[in-house]
């Protein structure tokens, strides 16, 4: 069997398998139960300065 084949026939099965099995158990660390205490500081990220805006470099001096 030449490696090409075999490569193939690794990843058309156990790769599969594999990368399946940490896609699930990413989705279930991500939605576990005391999760959305640790995910609400980073979820508000974009909406923190949404009555001012941040000033781009230009206003403070800078070259922006």
Request: charged share 20%.
């Amino acid at each position: 069997m030449e490696t090409y084949s075999l490569l193939r026939e690794f990843a058309d099965s156990w790769m599969l398998l594999t990368l399946f099995v940490f896609f699930v158990g990413v989705i279930l660390w991500v939605f576990r139960p005391g999760a959305s205490k640790i995910y609400e500081n980073p979820a508000g990220i974009p909406f923190r300065h949404e009555d001012s805006p941040a000033q781009s470099r230009r206003d403070n001096g800078g070259e922006g």
